[in-house]
Nanobody, 123 residues
Framework: EVQVVESGGGLVQAGGSLRLSCAGSGFTFDDYDIGWFRQAPGKEREGVSC????????YYADSAKGRFTISSDNAKNTVYLQMNSLKPEDTAVYYCAAGECYDDIRPPDFDYWGQGTQVTVSS
């Protein structure tokens, strides 16, 4: 059974940090790029960051550049998203997905999705 499980969300004050984790099982983790997305209430799901499985190339949305860092530990089938200098506008449900990274990190390019983890940034 394919499973993608996010963890690490929570409530943090503006300027704080969180590290999200994404663990995959039931599929060959190394064959897939891993992306992070977020969806705020009333808004479309948007790509935040992505890491390729081969060269480890990383991609970031403009909103994430300079504040978020994506990394992977293939031995643990886990990808991390370190989020620093968080802002209230970062509040959303964050999703992890397995698929293919491109410069524009788009949901249709991803096959397996987790259930999401809530991130709330208070002002």
């Amino acid at each position: 059974e394919v499973q993608v499980v996010e963890s690490g969300g929570g409530l943090v004050q503006a300027g704080g940090s969180l590290r999200l984790s994404c663990a995959g099982s039931g599929f060959t983790f190394d064959d897939y790029d891993i992306g992070w997305f977020r969806q705020a209430p009333g808004k479309e799901r948007e790509g935040v960051s992505c890491i390729s499985s081969t060269a480890g190339t990383t991609y970031y949305a403009d909103s994430a550049k300079g504040r978020f860092t994506i990394s992977s530990d293939n031995a643990k089938n886990t990808v991390y998203l370190q989020m620093n200098s968080l802002k209230p506008e970062d509040t959303a449900v964050y999703y992890c997905a397995a698929g293919e990274c491109y410069d524009d990190i788009r949901p249709p390019d991803f096959d397996y999705w987790g259930q999401g983890t809530q991130v709330t940034v208070s002002s």
